[in-house]
Nanobody
């Protein structure tokens, strides 16, 4: 059974950094495209960044380009999201997701973590 567990969220100030981690178990993570989504308060979940199984194709939302970095370590069955220069608009629940295709929508991913809260105050 595939499981994803996020960690690393927290309460930070504008301009701070956080690193989110997602531990993957149940199958070889290298066979999955992975992604980070976020759900801001009162809004739908949307894609922040995605990475292919081999790590050679990466996609970012325009609002996080240059500030966030997605990476994966297939040997450790983990993916990460390094978030720098955080802003209040980054406040959201962040979710790790895994799927067979590197898509942009929620429906493209088959497995989800429980989410981790990131709150950025000014």
């Amino acid at each position: 059974q595939v499981q994803l567990v996020e960690s690393g969220g927290g309460l930070v100030q504008t301009g701070d950094s956080l690193r989110l981690s997602c531990a993957f178990s149940g199958r070889a993570v290298s066979t999955f495209a992975m992604a980070w989504f976020r759900r801001p308060p009162g809004r739908a979940r949307w894609l922040v960044a995605s990475i292919s199984g081999a790590g050679d194709n990466i996609v970012y939302a325009d609002s996080v380009k240059g500030r966030f970095t997605i990476s994966r370590d297939n040997a450790k069955n983990a993916i990460y999201l390094q978030m720098n220069d955080l802003k209040p608009d980054d406040t959201a629940v962040y979710y790790c997701a895994a799927g067979g295709l590197q898509g942009r929508t929620v429906g493209d991913y088959d497995y989800w973590g429980q989410g981790t809260q990131v709150t950025v105050f000014s």
